[in-house]
């Protein structure tokens, strides 16, 4: 009777828009990953537009899957606005998305120190991936930073 109170933290259930498009990188995904490869775009894009229409809760989320179907698309600059909204909405790993595209310079000009600036960012909320992310940007030659003792660093702290 007197024990302690445990309060859970809220549960989400997947919507089609989680089944068809969730990030492996992201810590907050309600659904089994998929792989960029195995994304069929339109659904994904029908699955969470509608999510987004229907339910405020997770949108920042069905942005970041959404943003993920636009690129399976090829329409970088809706994938760009939706993984900037999520990001806007403080989502991790849309920080960790949006860093991987200015490392990789896809859809958006390439700028190594922004992707430096997000990836830790991301890795601070719990996004794992982004020291992997780290990691590579570490040992790039071409990155101002280029420090293969860090990259190393961070590999380690991918693969804990």
């Not at 989320?61 to 939706?82: E, F, K, P």
């Not at 998305?97 to 601070?124: C, H, I, K, W």
Request: glycine residues 6%; contains cysteine.
């Amino acid at each position: 009777m007197f024990g302690a109170v445990m309060i859970a933290a809220p549960v989400h259930s997947a919507t089609q828009c989680d089944r068809l498009g969730a990030l492996q990188a992201d810590p907050m995904a309600v659904s089994a990953p998929v792989s960029f490869d195995a994304i069929d775009a339109n659904a994904l894009i029908s699955a969470c537009t509608l999510a987004l229409q229907t339910d405020g809760t997770d949108r920042a989320r069905y942005l970041l899957q959404r943003g993920r179907g636009y690129l399976r698309s090829g329409r970088g600059d809706q994938a760009m606005q939706d993984i900037r909204a999520a990001h806007d909405l403080d989502y991790p790993a849309a920080a960790f998305a949006l860093a991987t595209a200015y490392f990789l310079g896809d859809d958006v000009p390439q700028d190594l120190e922004q992707a430096r600036m997000l990836f830790e960012n991301s890795y601070e909320q719990g996004v794992n991936w982004s020291a992997k992310g780290l990691s590579m940007l570490y040992e790039n030659e071409f990155f101002e930073g280029y420090d293969p003792v860090k990259s190393a660093d961070w590999l380690m702290k991918f693969e804990r």
